[in-house]
C-alpha cells in the first residue's frame, strides 16, 4: 500500500471514533448553550443573545443533518446499506447546504453587528436591536434555502453512502455539465468564500477603529485625571472584540481547508486548474467544518465569566434535585 494509501486508511480509522465521539459531544453541548444563552442571564444583550442562540441552533441542524445523517453512515457504509432505499437524498441535500449556509453567514451577521456596535455609534441605536437581528437571522434563513434548491435538481433520490464526489448520486451528466459546474463554484463562492473576506475585512476594521479609540480616550483621561485608571467603556469594547475575533478565527481555522479542498475539487473538473489534492484532504476538511459546530461553547466558557456560571449551575441542577429528594 502507497503512503497515501495508508494515510488515508489511517484517516479512516479515525473517523470511526471521531464521528460518532463528536456527535456524542456535539448534540448536548449545542443544546446547552441554547439553554443557557436563552435564559439570558449571561450578561450579554439581547440582540448578542439572539445572534448566539441562532448561531448553536444552526450549528446543532448541521451535526444532526450532516454530521449523524450524512458522514457517519459514510464510515459506518456497511450498518446503514438500508437507506440506499429511502429516495429522499436531494431533499437531505437542500436542508444539509441550507443549514451549513446558515450557520456560516449567522457569524458573518454577527460579525458586522459587532462592527456596528463598536464602530458606528450612531447606527448602534437603531440597528444592534433584538428586532433587527430577528430580521436579519430571518432574512438569512429564508436566503439560504432558496439558494440551496439546485441541489434539488442536480441530485437523484438515492443515497450514494460515500464522498466521491457528493453523498448523493447526480443526474446524468452533471458532473461535465459547465452550467451546473458553475452554479456549484458559485455556491461553494458564496459560501464560504465570501464569508471568510468579509469577517476579514470587518475585523481589521473594528480592530483599526479599536486601536484608534484607545489612544484617544487613554489620552483625554490622562488628561483629564492625570493618572489612566480603569476605563469601564474600554473594558466592554475589550470584551466584545475577545469574543468576537475567537469565535471569527475559530470560524476562519476549522473552515479553510473545506473551503480550498472544495474549489479546488470544482475548478479540476471545469479544467481550469491541473492541482489535484489528495482524497484525504476532502476527509480532513469535513472533519474540521463540522468540529467548529461544536467549538462555540468552549469559546463561550472560556471568554465570557457568566456563561461559566450559569454552565455550572445547569450542570449541577440534576445531582441538587436529587440530593434533596434523597433528604
Known amino acids: 500500500m502507497s503512503l497515501e494509501g495508508r494515510t488515508y486508511f489511517m484517516l479512516w480509522s479515525m473517523q470511526l471514533i471521531y464521528y460518532p465521539l463528536l456527535a456524542a459531544v456535539s448534540v448536548p453541548v449545542n443544546l446547552l448553550t441554547i439553554a443557557i444563552l436563552s435564559r439570558g442571564k ?22 444532526i443533518t450532516d ?29 444539509l447546504y441550507a443549514v451549513t449556509d446558515c450557520s456560516v453567514w449567522f457569524t458573518v451577521t454577527f ?14 441605536t437603531k440597528y444592534c436591536t433584538e428586532k433587527t437581528a430577528a430580521v436579519v437571522l430571518g432574512t438569512v434563513s429564508v436566503l439560504s434555502c432558496l439558494k440551496n434548491i439546485f441541489w434539488y435538481f442536480m441530485f437523484e433520490d438515492p443515497y450514494l453512502l460515500s464522498n466521491t464526489p ?30 471568510f473576506i468579509l469577517i476579514l475585512f470587518l475585523n481589521a476594521l473594528t480592530v483599526r477603529h479599536i486601536f484608534v479609540a484607545s489612544r484617544a480616550r487613554r489620552r483625554l483621561r490622562s488628561h483629564s485625571n492625570g493618572e489612566s ?29 473545506f473551503m480550498l479542498d472544495s474549489i479546488n475539487r470544482r475548478l479540476l473538473h471545469m479544467a481550469l486548474t491541473s492541482v489535484i489534492l489528495p482524497p484525504l484532504v476532502q476527509e480532513l476538511g ?3 467544518q463540522l468540529l467548529s459546530c461544536c467549538t462555540n461553547t468552549c469559546i463561550y466558557a472560556v471568554t465570557q465569566a457568566k456563561f461559566r456560571e450559569q454552565l455550572k449551575n445547569l450542570v449541577k441542577y440534576p445531582f441538587t434535585v436529587i440530593v434533596k429528594f434523597i433528604k
Open 286 to 288: 469535513f472533519m474540521l
Open 166 to 195: 457528493w453523498f448523493c448520486f447526480g443526474v446524468t451528466g452533471v458532473s461535465i455539465s459547465p452550467v451546473w459546474a458553475g452554479i456549484e463554484l458559485l455556491h461553494y463562492i458564496l459560501t464560504p468564500c465570501v464569508p
Open 111 to 124: 460579525t458586522f453587528d459587532r462592527f456596528v456596535a463598536i464602530c458606528c455609534q450612531k447606527l448602534k
Open 229 to 257: 485608571p480603569r476605563d469601564p467603556e474600554m473594558e466592554s469594547r475589550r470584551k466584545s472584540m475577545i469574543l468576537l475575533f475567537v469565535i471569527s478565527g475559530n470560524f476562519i481555522v476549522l473552515w479553510v481547508v
Open 42 to 63: 449571561c450578561g450579554l444583550s439581547k440582540c448578542v443573545t439572539r445572534y448566539l442562540v441562532s448561531m448553536a441552533a444552526a450549528d446543532l441542524l448541521v451535526v
Open 67 to 95: 454530521l449523524i445523517l450524512r458522514q457517519i453512515p459514510i464510515v459506518y457504509r456497511s450498518l446503514f446499506v438500508f437507506l440506499r432505499h429511502f429516495p429522499v437524498c436531494n431533499i437531505h441535500a437542500v436542508l
